[in-house]
């Protein structure tokens, strides 16, 4: 066969062009993708008569619904709280409606063009138990809400006229910790392709050996030929970086009617390395070729870097030292639910960067793909997570119902899904699994452990163990890579001792918890301290049982270099899980975030980037509205090492950091201060005694007026882009009322709607989707949405007796 090289390198071309787009839609007649978004119908619970919404995929169907304590009441025991007798706990949840059956209906069109094809439906995850249906047929099941899965509808297809797509749902009660959302929450997309084609996941691609002049690249590719009979095929693959090929290969065989396993290995030249700071990423375009004829283009991207884990000296990447500086992510959007949105997910990630935090845990369960990616694009490690539980039962009706059948399974179709990224360092078979309680809990663990090797023997398997002494004593932290450790920063130094050949991180530390803008007096460690009010000290030393402050963790991570670094519970506040109100209501979300649920950072985003990142921070808490001559704490999150506190311009004195007492190694206290209205500054100092920075906080009038902050102020106009708009309550003067209430209303107009609202306060009731929201703690969000159209968007915040405000955002098709 006569190859024509110059036809593949135009097919190159632009098929590099295509994904650089990163378009919804890839026609390039041998493979198309569709994703399905609009025009949905919706029925939640078999009601009758039949009453179905038009919605748009990804949704959430329990997001927009009322509270309702009653909605997730248990009477259950928590050992991974600590918890020896069974309690009733609300808002375990979420309390909003998930429990419960959810249907979705679609009309698809096939044309008689389409009866050559290979049509396949894909679903980056579902929550949960779904089942597919085509034309009234039963097309495939896939019960794990988090996994991403595809099935083949071609034999299911009526061509040139309209086919119905279902998707049945179904959350049972007792199924899940927190929030676990509802309904066709992630994208889906129908995939058509000629008979002959790489399957999804298809390639794995792995860097062999990197020096600075080469980069060997080693790419295992599936292909399928479900046509009638063998044939000859040419498989090309090409790297790009950016826009420019730099290394192509190609191979000519016959595939008869099976998967065909194909390996082939190129090399491209002065290779650049992915790191946190360069992240740099390739693409490889592989294609199918019969006859001359392009029949099938799959993209896949990667990246070149090294990763080390040593039991000594930590974790390097690309042979440099790094220390995790990590968070934990649970997988809902807070007010927008768990329905999907990349660009809400982008913005997140780099409030965490801009934290200082360099690594991600999805925890616990695989996360949306576009999670991974956004780690690649961004610059953050990755660990990614595929279950909270293996056989032995944390709820009734969780994991441990799939677990003999769904297992390989689900962590197979994570690995295949993910293992092309660059970011991701460790793949986490389980967390605080009860497994551990089990003499022969080992088991699960290297049977799960096995799989990892299997799949994916470039990385290695971890796991986050809370049960300290079990873990090690059952053999479970023997059974993985990695043992992480959940709340065990008082054990590092001891289990290093005991077992030095262990390669050790801290899985989940902190567990911290606070409301924003919520101060009591004096600051002083709180251990799973209960208030009237229902809030946790905004003075970051509040913390359930099993857990500490981020001081402890800080100093335990710095004294143990062995340990590779640590990932915080958690980068965000979650819906459900409301320690340590558990037992109370109204609670409805965790306090544990460094960012509330509304997307405002806490004073604890200043004190980790006080520590984590190379810029200079001094934030002073608490808010200076208090009660004349009342006792108040001042303390200073700094990386200053020196201070000097005022009120009123009168010097309290000066603080200097102090490595042998715990809280004045990372904060700078005054405790016992006599509140007097007006100003507290605090004046960072040199060495010489000279101030170099400052930090004031004023006494606020009564509300005057409103203040709108955009995080950007274009966006583009796809239809999916958002905007967080952060509304505050100020005085006449612009200073921000800390204690603020007031019921704000948001008008928009022109190219946007309202997506969701929230204030961060986890004892709210108030609906999402409204288009009003009281402030909390003077503050409140509205998060917009773009549409498709060029243009701007004019957002108006207003409150009974006090001065609107407004702002203009630009839409454009390309930013």
């Known amino acids: 066969m006569k190859t024509n090289y110059l036809f593949y390198l135009v097919i190159l071309f632009f098929g590099c062009t295509f994904g650089c787009q990163k378009i919804d839609k890839i026609d390039n007649n041998n493979r198309e993708v569709t994703r399905l ?71 698809l069109h096939f044309s008689n063009q389409d009866k050559d094809k290979k049509v396949f439906i894909q679903f980056d995850g579902a929550m949960s138990h779904a089942k597919v249906y085509l034309n009234k047929e039963f097309v495939g099941t896939w019960p794990y809400g988090y996994s991403s899965f595809e099935f083949d509808l071609t034999s299911y297809i009526q061509y040139n006229q309209d086919n119905l797509l279902e998707v049945h749902l179904e959350n049972k009660p007792l199924s899940s910790r927190w929030y676990p959302g509802a309904g066709i929450y992630r994208n889906v997309r129908i995939v058509k392709t000629n008979p002959v084609y790489v399957t999804n996941w298809g390639t794995y691609i792995t860097t062999p050996e990197i020096t600075e002049t080469k980069g060997k690249v080693n790419i295992k590719t599936t292909v399928k030929n479900d046509s009638q009979e063998p044939k000859n095929i040419e498989i090309i693959q090409s790297i790009f970086y950016k826009d420019e090929r730099v290394s192509s290969t190609s191979k000519t065989l016959k595939v008869t009617h099976t998967e065909k396993n194909i390996e082939m290995d190129l090399e491209v030249s002065s290779p650049k390395l992915w790191s946190m700071e360069t992240p740099h990423l390739y693409q490889v375009i592989t294609q199918i070729a019969i006859e001359n004829e392009i029949v099938d283009t799959y993209k896949s991207q990667f990246g070149f870097r090294t990763i080390e884990f040593t039991n000594n000296k930590g974790f390097f990447l690309n042979g440099k030292s790094v220390k995790f500086k990590g968070v934990c992510l649970h997988h809902d959007l807070g007010p927008l639910g768990a329905a999907h949105n990349t660009s809400a997910w982008r913005h997140r990630l780099l409030k965490m960067k801009e934290m200082g935090a360099n690594a991600i845990r999805s925890t616990h369960n695989p996360s949306d793909p576009s999670l991974v990616q956004l780690a690649d694009e961004l610059g953050f490690l990755f660990i990614a997570e595929a279950f909270d539980e293996w056989e032995e039962a944390k709820t009734e009706n969780g994991y441990n119902k799939l677990w003999n059948d769904w297992a390989e399974k689900d962590l197979v179709a994570l690995i295949h899904r993910d293992r092309n990224h660059p970011s991701l360092i460790m793949w986490s078979i389980g967390n605080e699994i009860r497994e551990q309680n089990k003499k022969d809990g080992y088991k699960n663990a290297q049977f799960l452990t096995d799989i990892v090797h299997r799949e994916d023997p470039t990385r290695p398997s971890t796991a986050g163990f809370n049960n300290y002494r079990a873990a090690i004593d059952n053999g479970l932290a023997d059974a993985v890579d990695l043992p992480g450790w959940n709340y065990k920063p008082n054990k590092y130094k001891a289990t290093h ?54 001081d402890r963790e800080f100093k335990a991570q710095e004294n143990n270099d062995f340990i590779m670094g640590e990932f915080v519970w958690t980068g965000y506040d979650y819906l459900g899980e409301p320690t340590p109100y558990n037992e109370e209501w109204p609670t409805k979300s965790s306090y544990f975030g460094i960012i509330d649920l509304a997307g405002i950072p806490k004073d604890r985003f200043y004190l980790y980037k006080s520590h984590w990142s190379n810029e200079k921070v001094l934030h002073v808490l608490p808010h200076w509205n208090w009660e004349e001559g009342q006792k108040v704490s001042v303390h200073a ?43 507290v500054k605090v004046v960072a100092l040199n060495e010489n005694g000279d101030a170099i920075a400052e930090d004031i906080k004023y006494t606020a009038g009564t509300p005057h007026q409103l203040k709108i902050e955009v995080d950007r102020s274009e966006v583009k106009a796809n239809g999916e882009e958002v905007v967080y708009a952060t509304v505050s309550v100020v005085d006449k003067n612009g200073v921000l009322c800390p204690r603020a209430s007031n019921l704000v209303t948001f008008d928009l107009d022109g190219e946007a709607n309202i997506l969701g609202v929230g204030n961060g306060d986890p004892t709210s009731l108030e609906s999402f989707v409204a288009h009003k929201r009281k402030a909390f703690n003077g503050k409140c969000v509205t998060i917009l949405q773009s549409s498709k159209n060029e243009g701007t968007i004019t957002l108006t915040a207003k409150s009974k007796g006090l001065t609107s405000a407004e702002v203009t955002i630009s839409t454009k098709n390309s930013i």
């Open 497 to 550: 001792k005991a077992h030095p050949e262990w390669k050790m991180y801290g899985s989940e530390t902190a567990s911290t918890v606070s409301s924003r803008g919520e101060y009591f007096f004096p600051a002083k460690e709180g251990k799973h301290k209960i208030r009237p009010s229902l809030h946790s000290n905004s003075f970051d030393m509040d913390f359930p049982n099993w857990a500490q402050t981020p």
């Open 37 to 107: 978004t609009d025009d949905w119908e919706f029925q939640y619970n078999d009601t009758l008569p039949q009453k179905w919404s038009n919605v748009t995929v990804p949704h959430d169907w329990a997001i927009s619904m009322p509270f309702d304590k009653k909605i997730d009441m248990q009477e259950v025991l928590v050992l991974e709280d600590g918890e020896r007798i069974p309690k009733l706990r609300t808002g375990r949840t979420g309390a909003l409606p998930h429990i419960g059956k959810g249907f979705y209906k679609k009309t």
């Open 637 to 679: 999150y700094t990386n200053y090492d020196k201070a000097e506190l005022f009120i009123n311009g009168k010097s309290l004195g000066i603080r200097t950091k102090n490595q042998s007492n715990l809280y004045d190694s990372y904060r700078l206290r005054w405790d016992d201060i006599t509140y007097h209205a007006g100003e």
